[in-house]
Every structure is written in C-alpha cells, then in structure tokens.
C-alpha cells in the first residue's frame, strides 16, 4: 500500500488535489498511518508538480462512482506574511540649524511622510526658503530610517521562513497542508530575495565607508585636503597598480587625430562592414561589464537638476550635515566628456567623438588600450569614491591638471587613480544618493549606457526632480533636435568626399548605408530650400508644401507630422533605424570625421611631381597610382575663346583636392548634427513634428552656404506632448517628487505626469508653502522701464543688438556699482548676447570703467568650470 501511495501522490498535477483525496479514501489501508506516508513522501513532493506520467490512466481507472472533487483553495493565510512596518519621525535632528522655519518644518514631513507611503508629490516651496537643504535632510532621514526597518522586517521575515520549513502536519488533509506550506516557503522566500540583495550592498557601502572614515590616510573631510593630496596618497596606498615605466605611456600616449604623411593611415578611416549580418553587436566593452555585474543595488534617491553646477550646489548643501553625510554613499554622474583624463581623448570637445574615441581605446587592441582603463584602478578608485565620498567630477578635474601643477608624484597618481568616469559606473550599484542633471534620467538611452536601474529600469528608486517647473521644457528639450542648411550641405560634401576615395574598398551594405545618409542630407537641404525631390506620386503634396514656402520672400516656417515630412522629401522608403544604428556601432561616425581632418589637412597639399628615377613598376606604386583617383579633366580659364571651343587640360585629382576640400576638416560638427537629428526621428512617436525654416530667397537664387546661419534655414524636431515621455519612469519609480519654487498650477502636472501614468489623485500629495519672511519684511523689487537717460529698456530680440541700448546698459551697471557696496549680479539671456555685450564694452571701454570700479567674473560656457570662477 506504501507503494502505491507514493506512485498515486507523485503522478497527480496540483490541479487534481481533489482527486488525490479520493484516491487517498480508495487505496489506503486504515493500518498506515498518515504521519509515516507524510514522511516518507515530504522529500519527493518537490517533482510533484513536473511529473504528469500516468494522470490520464490513473483517472480512467477511477471508479464511476467516485466523483473528482476540487478542493477549495489554500487558507489566505498561506501567503500572508508579516508586514513591513514603514517609518515614522517628526523631527529631523541633522538639519543644520537648531530652529527651522515653520515652512521647513512641514515641507520636511510632507516629504517624509510621501516617501514612508510610497506616493508622489508636487512641490512648491518659494526660492530661498532652503529648499534642497530641507529636502535632503528628510530624504536621507528616510533613508536611513527605511533601511533600518528594512532589516529588522528581513529578521521577521527569516523567522517566519525558518518556521515554516521546520513545521510539520499531522492532520488528515496533508495534501492541503503541504500545499500551503510550500506556497508560503515560496512567498517567503521572493519577499526574502530582493531584501538581501540590499542588505548586502548596504553591508558593502557600510564597510567602504568604515574603513575609509577610520583610515588616517584617506579622508577629503580631515584638514580640508585637496583631491591632489588625496591623490597622492591614494598612490601610495596601491603601490602595486602602477606601471612599471612609471606611467611614461599615458604621458606619452599618441593623440588620435591623424596627421600622417603615409597613405597607410586611411585604413584607419575605413568603415566596418555590414553591422546587419551580426545583429548589431552592442559595444565590446559595455557587453563585457554588463556579463559581470549584478543586479545588488542599494536602496537609491536620485536627485536631478538641470545643469552640473546646482547638482555642485547640492552636494555643498549636503556637505553641511556631517552626520547624515557620513553615512551613506553619493555619486555625481557625468558624461566622458567631463571625466575623461586621457587628453587626447577628452581634447576632442564634441561629446559624440569623445565617446566614440574612449569606446574606440577600450575595445581596441592591447597596445591601444586605455592605460586609465585597467579594471584593478578602475575598482579600486569605485571603492575610493564610496567610501571617502569624493566626486568623480572634482577628481577628473584635478587629475587633469595634476600633471601641469606637480608633474612627478601626480603623474604617477593618475595612473594609479584610473579612468574616473568606469570608476563611476561602478561604484553607482552601491550609491545610495545619485546625483544627475534631467537628460540622463529623462533619455532612455543615456539612462541605460550610464548604468541607472537595471537595464535602464528605475523600479524601487526615489527621484527628485529639482527645479521641476523646467521639467517638461526639459523633457522637450531632450527629445528635439535640429540641424542647418549648413550642416546638411557639409555633411553632403564630407560623405561625397569619403566615397569617392573609399568607392572600391566598401562592402556593398557599408556603400547602402552611406548613400542612403547622403541622400537623406540631400532631400533634407532641398526641404529647406523648397525644392522637393518626392516621387511622382507625390507630385501634387510637393506642390502643396512648395507654395506654402515660396509664398512669399519672407518665407515661413512649416510644419510636418515625421510621416509627412519623410514622404514629402521622398526618403520614406529609408530605414532610419538601421541607418542610425550602422552609424552609431562600429565607430562609423568618428570614421568618417577623421577621414575629414585628415583628408582636408594632409591630402590638399599638393605633392611634388617624382622624378624618372623614382617611378617604378611595384605593386605599391600601382596601388598608389589607383588610389588616387581618376584623372579629371578640367577646362581653362579663358573669357574670350568660346566654351565649346576652350582647350581641355588634365590634372590631377589632388589639384583639384585643393580647392573643392579644404574645408573637410570642419565638416565633422555637421555631420553629427545631422545623425542626431536622424536619432530623433527614428524614436519619434505620434506627437513629433518637424519644422522646415527656409533659407532666405531673392528671386530665383538661394544664398550661398556661409551666409546661411541656423535661424535663417534648417530643420527642428520637437515634441508636443513631453509628458508621456515621463510615464514609465513615474509608473516604475517607487516615488516622485517634483520640487520648483514656482509649480502652480498642479493641474498641468497631474494632467500631463501622473493621470497618463496610472496614478491617481490620491497617489499624489499637493504642496505649497509661503515664503518663510512675512510679506510685510520682505524687500521690495523695483522694475525700471528706461535709461537715465530716457531710453528705454527694450531688450527685445529685434532691438537688443542696438548699440546705443547697449551703451545705455554699460553706463547704467557702472553707476550701479559706484553707489552699491557689496557686489552686482547681472543676468543675460543667453551665452551668445553676453559676448555681444562683453565685445561692445570692451570696444567703447566700458568694460575697462567697471574693472575699475569692481572685480568682475564672467560666467563660463563649460557648467563644469563655473565652481572655478566662484572660488
């Protein structure tokens, strides 16, 4: 009976316990006890569910008399499992000063409050009441509170498992209760799973920290230590990952722009072969870091400002809270253009070719690779930037200039430092607060290739948005792009330029893909300049859309849907994200640019015509001779012998080099405009649009490319609806707080953020609070409409370039700071109308009368270096 029993057990599905019960009644002999089958068949039921051998004929064998039964379901009791207890508080003792303002106060509970319940919230908190201060002192106290009871709801949660493992059944049913109790061992254990995983990258981040606070060695806080004397320490400390020269290589590292005088260098700018026939391999690198990392994250708080230097600002504002800052970890992220230390790289400026250049290093062979990349100094700097809380971007900035300021010991500690920019990657599994300008959170792709979430994924994290009342502007800004008449007409000329000298070298899909993008440039030059070149099909939407533009002089801008736009330039049969992707993989892009500033700078020159002596029948000197294009012919300059008449002359192609490319080496900013417009219309979705503006016409004649600048003729792309690009992060983030000191009305962002992600009004917590001076001590603002003078103060786009409101301007600042006994702040709308400015002044003197009277300080273009200027 024992046998059979435990063929009958095994052989039933958990769909058919019922049954199982009334075979139990059938075949049991009332001599076994239940306790003695339970026993024997614990240690097997685990293949019970997998093992359906025999089901059918055990059931036709049934009696028909005995009806199959279902049992009800498992007691809800099964997967109730204890409950997580959120944290409470009231008071924040790390706030830095000893009596908040009322405002503070409450907005540090709301917040508090809002993440304990795992709900979002809209902000409202007027400039200069401490916001980011108040905001960070009740995130990281939630923080901290949320990962103590973390752990003390783990311990529950093992008991309970522990419990239930070692429970046993004695009853009659014990189908039923082995049923429930294995249902409960797996809840317990994917509740149990994830907790753990924290657990231990907070036991990681807990250790880092305790190790670097306790060495003497190592601590930016101690003595008010620059990163240089850190540095040097930090060297000194890993004494075996510098290299054996001494760190010669990366100081004598070879720039990457070519400048070779030998025609063996252009096989460095020939292009991959077809990226479709292999999938589109993702970068070597990437793939590698991505096979050896885990999914073990902290618990993280990404904070988001607009630019780097208010991220700066928030971390002197975290800076003044010791006790809370010396307790948990913090990552400022930043692209390789900020954090790359290998000059030849970060020398590049454009932030497309520093990549491609880095990714260029790190995939390439041994003798090519990134001394800064090697994986000991790269981990070994991670655990540096966690556990002594030192920012990858001040490191970066003072290991570049460590070799100008003491070449020998720094030198050597750059090398030993590594590239801080995978140092960074790395150490942002265990960062619990992520420090992050809006686009790399907002873009799909850069959150991915910067390592946020898993796999781009920001479930379970917190997000602050700051300065919120920018965010769907900057949504906006981050999915629109826009390239000019100029750009498309240079990128023509650089990709006609390459395929010509690489026509009989390119495989028939890299050929495709390069006529395909020159094509593109070309019909998205004739959209601006109104001459549509659709297929005949189309003939009438051209005609449509060229009215429109050729209205009249002053020609308008257009607007088109994507779909429109590509059928109206007769590129709809192109498959843009095929062509996005070859462009983007296999460093095509940084291929064809260096074939440019080679191409232009060593190939124009014309070369001396060899003698008798030197010309030979080699194989080399035939392939010379062949890859040097074919001989043109050219007419001669003569105004009074007739065209047809006119004697031909042959050159050769470099004659011609000369004058038709010698501008190639400036046409790589151009073509990477036009790739990132390609981008945006590939990930466009139903609200994209694209606005034709059109050259200037006279006529029949189009101006020539130099006078054409962006405003006057291009292409843009934006967006109309910048919410939905935020539902998935705001579906998958455990909370979102949109902070601004001006987010009224909350309507707009209830609409536009969260309806449209699944959360409703109750998901969200409102907030607003006044300034914390009364109204009646507030200062009072006074707005002036003119000059001293008279003039008046028209800063308009159409009368801002006026050289009299301009002077106006200057002498009214001076007088300003004759009367004013601390220092000015002055405003400009953009960078480019304060260099108008700043040359206006200096030309009529004004500049020199305010050095004069105060010190001044310009704003620079870089974010980064504006901490520079500010000290």
């Given at each position: 009976s024992c046998f059979l029993l435990l063929w009958v057990k095994r052989s039933l599905p958990h769909s058919l316990y019922g049954v199982g019960s009334e075979i139990w009644k059938i075949i049991s002999p009332s001599t076994l006890l239940v306790s003695d089958s339970v026993c024997l068949l614990d240690g097997i039921m685990e293949e019970f569910e997998n093992d359906t051998f025999g089901d059918e004929l055990l059931l036709a064998s049934l009696d028909s008399t005995v009806a199959p039964t279902q049992t009800p379901p498992a007691n809800s009791t099964a997967t109730h499992l204890?409950?997580?207890?959120?944290?409470?508080?009231?008071?924040?003792?790390?706030?830095?000063?000893?009596?908040?303002?009322?405002?503070?106060?409450?907005?540090?509970?709301?917040?508090?409050?809002?993440?304990?319940?795992?709900?979002?919230?809209?902000?409202?908190?007027?400039?200069?009441?401490?916001?980011?201060?108040?905001?960070?002192?009740?995130?990281?106290?939630?923080?901290?509170?949320?990962?103590?009871?973390?752990?003390?709801?783990?311990?529950?949660?093992?008991?309970?498992?522990?419990?239930?493992?070692?429970?046993?059944?004695?009853?009659?049913?014990?189908?039923?209760?082995?049923?429930?109790?294995?249902?409960?061992?797996?809840?317990?254990?994917?509740?149990?799973?994830?907790?753990?995983?924290?657990?231990?990258?907070?036991?990681?981040?807990?250790?880092?920290?305790?190790?670097?606070?306790?060495s003497s060695s190592i601590s930016m806080a101690k003595s008010g230590r620059t990163f240089s004397q850190l540095a040097r320490e930090y060297a000194s400390l890993f004494p075996d990952s510098l290299p054996s020269d001494g760190g010669r290589r990366a100081r004598e590292a070879k720039p990457l722009s070519v400048r070779e005088k030998t025609d063996e260098d252009e096989d460095k700018f020939l292009v991959a072969s077809s990226l479709l026939e292999v999938g589109f391999p993702k970068d070597e690198e990437e793939e590698k870091e991505k096979e050896g990392s885990t999914d073990t994250r902290v618990l993280q708080i990404i904070y988001c400002s607009r630019t780097h230097s208010q991220l700066g600002q928030v971390l002197a504002e975290l800076k003044k809270m010791p006790s809370l800052a010396e307790r948990i970890s913090v990552v400022t992220l930043a692209s390789r253009q900020l954090l790359c230390v290998n000059q030849p790289v970060f020398s590049l400026k454009n932030a497309?070719?520093?990549?491609?250049?880095?990714?260029?290093?790190?995939?390439?062979?041994?003798?090519?690779?990134?001394?800064?990349?090697?994986?000991?100094?790269?981990?070994?700097?991670?655990?540096?930037?966690?556990?002594?809380?030192?920012?990858?971007?001040?490191?970066?900035?003072?290991?570049?200039?460590?070799?100008?300021?003491?070449?020998?010991?720094?030198?050597?500690?750059?090398?030993?430092?590594?590239?801080?920019?995978?140092?960074?990657?790395?150490?942002?599994?265990?960062?619990?607060?992520?420090?992050?300008?809006?686009?790399?959170?907002?873009?799909?792709?850069?959150?991915?290739?910067?390592?946020?979430?898993?796999?781009?994924?920001?479930?379970?994290?917190?997000?602050?948005?700051?300065?919120?009342?920018?965010?769907?502007?900057?949504?906006?800004?981050?999915?629109?792009?826009?390239?000019?008449?100029?750009?498309?007409?240079?990128?023509?000329?650089?990709?006609?330029?390459?395929?010509?000298?690489?026509?009989?070298?390119?495989?028939?899909?890299?050929?495709?893909?390069?006529?395909?993008?020159?094509?593109?440039?070309?019909?998205?030059?004739?959209?601006?300049?109104?001459?549509?070149?659709?297929?005949?099909?189309?003939?009438?939407?051209?005609?449509?859309?060229?009215?429109?533009?050729?209205?009249?002089?002053?020609?308008?801008?257009?607007?088109?849907?994507?779909?429109?736009?590509l059928l109206v330039t007769g590129i709809d049969h192109i498959n843009l994200d095929q062509l996005v992707e070859y462009l983007r993989q296999g460093h095509c892009l940084q291929k064809i640019i260096g074939f440019g500033k080679w191409f232009g700078s060593v190939r124009s020159r014309p070369r001396t015509k060899p003698t008798s002596a030197t010309v030979g029948l080699s194989l080399s000197t035939c392939l010379e001779k062949l890859t040097g294009g074919p001989r043109r012919v050219v007419k001669e300059e003569d105004e009074n012998v007739p065209s047809l008449t006119k004697k031909r002359k042959v050159v050769s192609a470099q004659a011609v080099e000369v004058s038709q490319n010698s501008d190639l080496e400036s046409c790589g900013p151009g073509l990477i405009a036009l790739l990132s417009f390609l981008e945006a219309l590939a990930q466009s979705e139903s609200d994209g649009r694209v606005i034709v503006s059109p050259v200037q016409v006279t006529g029949r004649t189009l101006q020539s490319d130099s006078d054409c600048v962006p405003h006057d003729g291009g292409l843009r792309f934006i967006i109309?609806?910048?919410?939905?690009?935020?539902?998935?992060?705001?579906?998958?983030?455990?909370?979102?707080?949109?902070?601004?000191?001006?987010?009224?009305?909350?309507?707009?962002?209830?609409?536009?953020?969260?309806?449209?992600?699944?959360?409703?009004?109750?998901?969200?917590?409102?907030?607003?609070?006044?300034?914390?001076?009364?109204?009646?001590?507030?200062?009072?603002?006074?707005?002036?409409?003119?000059?001293?003078?008279?003039?008046?103060?028209?800063?308009?786009?159409?009368?801002?370039?006026?050289?009299?409101?301009?002077?106006?301007?200057?002498?009214?600042?001076?007088?300003?700071?004759?009367?004013?006994?601390?220092?000015?702040?002055?405003?400009?709308?953009?960078?480019?109308?304060?260099?108008?400015?700043?040359?206006?002044?200096?030309?009529?003197?004004?500049?020199?009368?305010?050095?004069?009277?105060?010190?001044?300080?310009?704003?620079?273009?870089?974010?980064?270096?504006?901490?520079?200027?500010?000290?």
């Open positions: 204890p409950e997580y207890k959120p944290p409470t508080r009231s008071i924040f003792p790390s706030f830095p000063y000893s009596t908040p303002y009322p405002q503070q106060i409450s907005l540090m509970q709301t917040v508090y409050s809002c993440l304990a319940s795992a709900k979002c919230a809209v902000i409202e908190s007027p400039t200069g009441t401490g916001k980011s201060l108040s905001l960070l002192a009740s995130c990281l106290h939630w923080l901290l509170d949320h990962n103590e009871a973390t752990g003390a709801h783990l311990a529950l949660l093992r008991d309970d498992l522990k419990a239930t493992v070692n429970c046993t059944h004695s009853g009659p049913d014990w189908v039923q209760a082995y049923a429930q109790r294995r249902e409960r061992r797996l809840a317990l254990n994917s509740a149990i799973e994830p907790l753990e995983s924290q657990q231990s990258a907070l036991c990681k981040v807990n250790k880092l920290i305790e190790e670097y606070s306790s497309a070719l520093v990549r491609d250049a880095c990714l260029d290093l790190v995939g390439g062979p041994k003798q090519k690779n990134c001394v800064f990349r090697a994986k000991a100094r790269v981990n070994a700097l991670s655990e540096l930037l966690i556990g002594a809380r030192v920012s990858a971007h001040e490191a970066a900035a003072a290991l570049r200039s460590a070799g100008r300021e003491e070449k020998c010991d720094i030198e050597e500690a750059v090398v030993a430092a590594g590239c801080p920019y995978y140092a960074n990657r790395a150490a942002l599994p265990l960062a619990q607060l992520v420090l992050a300008p809006y686009q790399t959170v907002l873009v799909p792709g850069l959150r991915q290739a910067s390592g946020l979430g898993t796999d781009g994924n920001l479930r379970d994290t917190v997000l602050i948005f700051d300065e919120a009342h920018n965010l769907l502007d900057a949504v906006a800004a981050s999915f629109s792009a826009s390239v000019s008449h100029a750009d498309l007409a240079s990128s023509g000329r650089l990709l006609g330029a390459y395929m010509d000298r690489y026509r009989s070298r390119l495989s028939a899909i890299a050929l495709l893909r390069l006529r395909q993008l020159k094509q593109v440039a070309a019909a998205a030059s004739a959209s601006i300049s109104g001459e549509f070149q659709g297929l005949a099909g189309q003939r009438r939407h051209r005609l449509d859309a060229q009215q429109r533009i050729r209205a009249s002089v002053d020609a308008k801008e257009t607007v088109y849907t994507t779909s429109e736009w109309l609806n910048p919410g939905r690009y935020l539902q998935d992060i705001v579906r998958d983030a455990r909370s979102v707080l949109l902070v601004g000191g001006t987010m009224k009305p909350f309507e707009e962002f209830m609409e536009q953020v969260f309806r449209p992600a699944g959360k409703d009004d109750a998901d969200v917590v409102l907030f607003s609070c006044d300034h914390v001076i009364d109204a009646e001590r507030q200062l009072v603002i006074y707005s002036l409409s003119q000059s001293p003078k008279g003039l008046s103060w028209d800063f308009t786009f159409k009368n801002r370039m006026n050289p009299s409101l301009m002077s106006a301007c200057g002498e009214f600042i001076c007088e300003l700071c004759e009367v004013t006994p601390g220092g000015l702040a002055v405003f400009f709308p953009s960078f480019d109308y304060l260099g108008t400015i700043w040359t206006h002044w200096k030309t009529t003197g004004l500049l020199q009368r305010l050095q004069n009277i105060k010190k001044l300080f310009r704003e620079p273009r870089q974010s980064t270096a504006l901490s520079q200027v500010n000290t």
